[in-house]
């Protein structure tokens, strides 16, 4: 039997969103609960869709954080490692 498809709509008040929808499951309801911390998505339940636009805002609000975290901080230690080095050689 094949799958269902997702045709929306959008669950979001005035969304008219007519590309892609994404059917939300327990999982994508519980990673919407512990991002939620001001509950304003608390409406949202369990075979609800949301259009590809608000799906990346407000189930994966945090995607690629910690990526760009750790990109900014191998940056500033090579600086400070640059910076390091150059006064060793300034100093000799």
């Not at 999982?27 to 512990?34: D, L, P, Q």
């Amino acid at each position: 039997m094949p799958r269902a498809k997702n045709l929306g709509p959008c669950v979001i008040t005035g969304c008219d969103g007519t590309d892609r929808f994404y059917k939300m499951t327990t999982f994508t309801i519980e990673k919407i609960r512990n991002k939620d911390l001001e509950n304003k998505y608390d409406f949202i339940k369990e075979g609800d869709q949301l259009c590809s636009k608000h799906y990346p805002d407000i189930v994966e609000p945090d995607r690629n954080t910690k990526y760009r975290q750790k990109k900014i901080l191998m940056n500033q230690i090579s600086k400070e490692l640059t910076i390091h080095i150059v006064n060793l050689h300034l100093a000799n």
